[in-house]
Structures are given as C-alpha cells and as structure tokens.
C-alpha cells in the first residue's frame, strides 16, 4: 500500500529534549516535506527536501533541523524544543517534474506537546 | 509569494442540503495548481478534488465541485447532497509551478453536516 508513515504519533515532552520524528513513504518520491497546523494559521511549510542530500527552509524554519540521507526517509529533528513547538506535524511527499501529478500525500499526522 | 483566503471559520448545513465554501487566493503566476483537502476528526489529510489554473473547465469529482473564476481569484468549493461522513474541516491550498513545489494552505473552515 502507497503510503507515508510518521512516529510518533503523539509525543509529550519537556523543554529542552531534543526529539526527533521519522517520517518514511514507499513511493519513491523525490519531494518531501514538513508542516506544522496550528489553529486558525492553516498549516505552514517547516522544511523541504526536492531530492537526496537537497533539503531548504521553509516559512517556519526556526528551531528545527532535517535531514535527507536516504530518498525514502525525512526526519524532523527538535534539538531543543519549546512550548511554541506544540502543535500537529505533518510529513508530505509527491513527484516532481512532469512526472508529477501535483499531489502531496500526507502522513497521518504526529500530535506534539512540549510542557 | 502565494496566499490563500478562507473567510469562513464555521460553517453548518443540513444533511442532503448543498453547501459552499469559499476560498481567494492571490499569485502572481500564470500556471498554478489548487486543491481542496479535507480533514476529519481523525486528522488525516485527504484530498477532495484539483484544479489546473489553465483548464477553464471546473473539476467535478462525484458530490464535490468547484467554480473556478481565474479573473477573480476565487475557488470555492461546492458540495452536493451532504452526508454526515462530510463533517470535517476543510482546507483550500495552492501549489505553484515553480520552485519549492510548497503548499500554501488557507486557515480552514470546519463544516458540520446536522442529521
């Protein structure tokens, strides 16, 4: 089955725990992607990777890290997190190109808080 | 740099009754992609239906519709013959043909279907 998975789904922390959140498709899709939704803000761009080894901010960068050493796998890392990173994360994937048919499978979702 | 309006925060309407939602947008590109997405209590993102800015035919997918007026900017989304299943939020979003391939989501209007 295509699919993007996330762990943890849901993670209670402390301030200052660095964590990290895997994030895995099976597509062989080149673009992956962080979001975070919070309330009344839609879901914002975190970072985004369009290939191996090729990773960029996105509209919120600030306070987290990726990486993107295998084309399958993109972990979202919080070296030191905070009560503002409470939020929903989501990881996202598609093809790029004219392969692509412009749409971004999501993950299920990893439910944060940060106390 | 792309934005997306949704005016609406909450919106209700009676099973089997056809509701509207509305989204505006702004891009200064010629070719852009736009996509409803829908999320259910159980905060899976799922997509609803896709619009290519350059096709003038509105997409249909079963009970889901869109009127795309170009000129305007507007995207709104139609729903036909409500089921109790089509409560959830609902997320309009654009996708530009270039560049980081980021979506760009309104802040979402979370409609309840009443029995």
């Known amino acids: 089955e295509a699919q993007v998975t996330q762990n943890p789904r849901y993670l209670i922390t402390v301030t200052g725990k660095k964590l990290t959140v895997t994030c895995s498709q099976n597509?062989?899709?080149?673009?992956m992607s962080w979001y975070r939704q919070d309330p009344g803000l839609g879901l914002r761009q975190i970072y985004y990777?369009?290939?191996?080894?090729?990773?960029d901010k996105g509209d919120v960068p600030e306070g987290y890290k990726v990486s993107r050493k295998e084309k399958r796998n993109f972990p979202l890392i919080l070296e030191s997190p905070s009560p503002n990173q409470t939020s929903l994360y989501f990881c996202?994937?598609?093809?790029?190109?004219?392969?692509?048919?412009?749409?971004?499978?999501f993950g299920p979702g990893t439910r944060l808080t940060v106390l | 740099a792309q934005t997306v309006t949704q005016s609406q925060p909450e919106m209700s309407v009676q099973e089997a009754e056809t509701v509207t939602l509305s989204c505006t947008y702004d891009?200064?590109?010629?070719?852009?992609?736009l996509f409803w997405y829908k999320q259910p209590p159980s905060r899976q993102m799922i997509l609803v239906i896709r619009?290519?800015?350059?096709?003038?035919q509105n997409a249909t997918e079963n009970r889901f519709s869109v009127n795309f007026q170009k000129a305007a900017k507007s995207f709104s989304l139609k729903i036909s013959d409500s089921q109790l299943g089509d409560t959830a939020m609902y997320f309009c979003?654009?996708?530009?043909?270039?560049?980081?391939?980021?979506?760009?989501f309104g802040t979402g209007t979370r409609l309840t279907i009443i029995p």
């Open positions: 996202a994937s598609s093809l790029v190109g004219r392969a692509r048919r412009n749409e971004q499978f």
């Open positions: 597509m062989n899709h080149e673009y």
């Open positions: 990777s369009m290939n191996v080894e090729v990773t």
């Open positions: 891009t200064s590109e010629n070719n852009y992609y």
């Open positions: 619009q290519e800015a350059y096709k003038q």
């Open positions: 979003a654009s996708l530009s043909n270039f560049g980081n391939e980021k979506l760009t």
